[in-house]
């Protein structure tokens, strides 16, 4: 098939950047959308043209480190997937298909498509861990969990961090991946002894790094590739209110 890519490029986070459009052409149904760009990328460097940026490493939907708009939608039209995953065998020939980065003020640009999301790692190092003496790992079965609580919390640990949740989202809020970072611990016993200070300083946090506030929509949810609920924002909301009046 043959493509029409109108690609988001900008040098560095202080100069204007602009849409550019390019064809790309045989290209297979079976390729993933990064080994298209792969290809556009070949022929701009043997045109002497330097080569779109975007973010990448494994490739398989875990690590967190893909994300682009396509087309209006956080890692594109597919339900439950990263930008990575997704394959041209969801586009057609002759098809349009318009590539940006996140937008966010939270989220510098770096270049073209890809953005700073230290972010969220400085919002991980305000509470998102679990104060504990080191050592040879306990058996597994040693503390026992009811399964209810391990399943919510595993579910909650999938969040991945890539922060398609504050790309779409119309406020640029960072509430579902703070929310899930901080119950996935809530529901374990190894979490609850610093659950509360973790609560206070994660949401300090998000909000000092310009994060917006949430507003319900719950776009973050629909565009999350590892599909958090937004019940996670209920439970955080709750427990952030229960300490401000406790």
């Given at each position: 098939?043959?493509?029409?890519?109108?690609?988001?490029r900008q040098k560095n986070s202080s100069e204007k950047g602009s849409?550019?459009?390019?064809?790309?052409?045989?290209?297979?149904?079976?390729?993933?959308?990064?080994?298209?760009?792969?290809?556009?990328?070949?022929?701009?460097?043997?045109?002497?043209?330097?080569?779109?940026?975007?973010?990448?490493?494994?490739?398989?939907?875990?690590?967190?480190?893909?994300?682009?708009?396509?087309?209006?939608?956080?890692?594109?039209?597919?339900?439950?997937?990263?930008?990575?995953?997704?394959?041209?065998?969801?586009?057609?020939?002759?098809?349009?298909?318009?590539?940006?980065?996140?937008?966010?003020?939270?989220?510098?640009?770096?270049k073209d498509l890809v953005v700073n999301r230290s972010s969220f790692?400085?919002?991980?190092?305000?509470?998102?861990?679990v104060s504990v003496k080191t050592g040879g790992a306990p058996d597994?079965?040693?503390?026992?969990?009811?399964?209810?609580?391990?399943?919510?919390?595993?579910?909650?640990?999938?969040?991945?961090?890539?922060?398609?949740?504050?790309?779409?989202?119309?406020?640029?809020?960072?509430?579902?991946?703070?929310?899930?970072?901080?119950?996935?611990?809530?529901?374990?016993?190894?979490?609850?002894?610093?659950?509360?200070?973790?609560?206070?300083?994660?949401?300090?946090?998000?909000?000092?790094?310009?994060?917006?506030?949430?507003?319900?929509?719950?776009?973050?949810?629909?565009?999350?590739?590892?599909?958090?609920?937004?019940?996670?924002?209920?439970?955080?909301?709750?427990?952030?209110?229960?300490?401000?009046?406790?």
């Amino acid at each position: 098939m043959n493509l029409i890519l109108k690609v988001w490029r900008q040098k560095n986070s202080s100069e204007k950047g602009s849409f550019q459009s390019y064809e790309v052409e045989n290209v297979t149904e079976d390729m993933s959308f990064f080994e298209m760009l792969d290809m556009l990328n070949n022929s701009l460097i043997k045109s002497n043209e330097i080569p779109i940026s975007f973010d990448h490493d494994c490739r398989e939907g875990i690590c967190g480190t893909c994300g682009v708009v396509i087309n209006g939608r956080a890692h594109g039209p597919l339900k439950g997937v990263t930008s990575c995953q997704l394959h041209m065998r969801s586009f057609k020939d002759g098809d349009r298909i318009t590539i940006e980065p996140w937008r966010s003020k939270s989220f510098p640009i770096v270049k073209d498509l890809v953005v700073n999301r230290s972010s969220f790692d400085r919002i991980m190092e305000s509470g998102g861990y679990v104060s504990v003496k080191t050592g040879g790992a306990p058996d597994a079965n040693a503390m026992p969990i009811f399964k209810q609580d391990a399943d919510e919390a595993f579910d909650s640990a999938t969040c991945i961090g890539c922060g398609a949740c504050v790309a779409t989202c119309k406020n640029a809020s960072a509430m579902l991946f703070v929310s899930a970072k901080i119950n996935q611990y809530s529901k374990l016993p190894q979490g609850q002894v610093e659950h509360d200070n973790r609560v206070n300083n994660m949401v300090t946090k998000m909000d000092q790094e310009g994060f917006g506030s949430c507003t319900n929509t719950g776009a973050c949810e629909i565009d999350c590739p590892k599909e958090i609920s937004i019940n996670n924002i209920i439970k955080l909301n709750k427990a952030y209110i229960k300490n401000i009046f406790s």
